[in-house]
């Protein structure tokens, strides 16, 4: 009992003294590693677990939902509301007909864009100021783009 609790204190020091890039890549690291897991139990058919890690991806999805700052953001975080959304619909699928090609789907979308925003947090890192917050932009916008759900043409959905 005395380890989880030194483990859990670290964890949260970590979160609490980390950047607003490093809290986003450890929310990211989170939602896949539970993906993952959410699959796992699938395709074992053990629905208490799948759908106790569904409902772990799914909030925290939604708290990426939440962080976004479109006046900021502007058509990045409108793209990336769209892809959080489109994940949860897919989440939602997987977990209402116990199929894991939804998860599977989801959990390349996270993993697309985790590169990214890492990418962006790492050059950031390296650069500071603004042209490091213009390449982070860049590196997220990419991302964003690499992982348009089939048949979606432009960030309004439109085919």
């Known amino acids: ?13 970590s979160v609490t003294t980390a950047s607003r890039g490093q809290v986003l890549l ?25 759908g106790k890690y569904i409902l772990k991806v799914q909030d925290i999805i939604n708290e990426l939902v939440v962080t976004l700052d479109h006046n900021v953001g502007g058509n990045l975080s409108k793209e990336l509301e769209r892809l ?22 989801t959990l390349k979308l996270l993993e697309t864009l985790y590169e990214g925003w ?11 100021g603004e042209a490091a917050a213009q390449a982070a ?15 979606k ?4 959905g439109a085919k």
């Open 1 to 13: 009992m005395s380890n989880n609790y030194g483990l859990n204190k670290y964890k949260q020091t």
């Open 26 to 50: 450890m929310l990211y690291e989170g939602a896949i590693k539970f993906c993952r897991i959410a699959i796992d139990a699938t395709q074992k058919k053990d629905l208490a677990e799948k």
């Open 84 to 105: 959080y959304n489109y994940m949860i619909e897919q989440i939602t699928e997987a977990n209402i007909k116990n199929d894991v090609k939804p998860l599977q789907t």
């Open 118 to 128: 890492a990418a962006a947090v790492n050059q950031v890192n390296k650069q500071g």
């Open 137 to 151: 932009t860049a590196a997220a916008a990419s991302a964003a783009n690499a992982t348009r759900p089939p048949g």
């Open 153 to 156: 043409t432009d960030p309004k």
